[in-house]
């Protein structure tokens, strides 16, 4: 899986890197989704702001989605 590949090849640190991967985070499949946390946590450094952010504004994003299409489906 390109994902996993990504966190064990990629610089720590590597911005465009550290936002290709928090963008799987909404990956419509668990398994890549799952595969995208492992990969940020190697490859952002402790205390990178810009990584944390980016996967809270994606789980923020998801779950909206998802409530969203919830209250459709009732």
């Known amino acids: 899986m390109a994902v996993r590949a990504l966190g064990e090849i990629a610089e720590k640190g590597n911005a465009g890197v ?15 989704r799952s595969a995208a946390v492992d990969a940020l946590r190697k490859i952002a450094e402790e205390g990178n ?6 996967v809270i504004e994606r789980a923020i994003s998801t779950a909206r989605l998802r409530s969203l299409l919830h209250s459709f489906r009732r």
């Open 18 to 32: 550290i936002t290709a991967v928090a963008a799987r985070l909404e990956d419509a499949h668990e398994k890549v």
């Open 49 to 54: 702001n810009g990584a944390i952010t980016e």
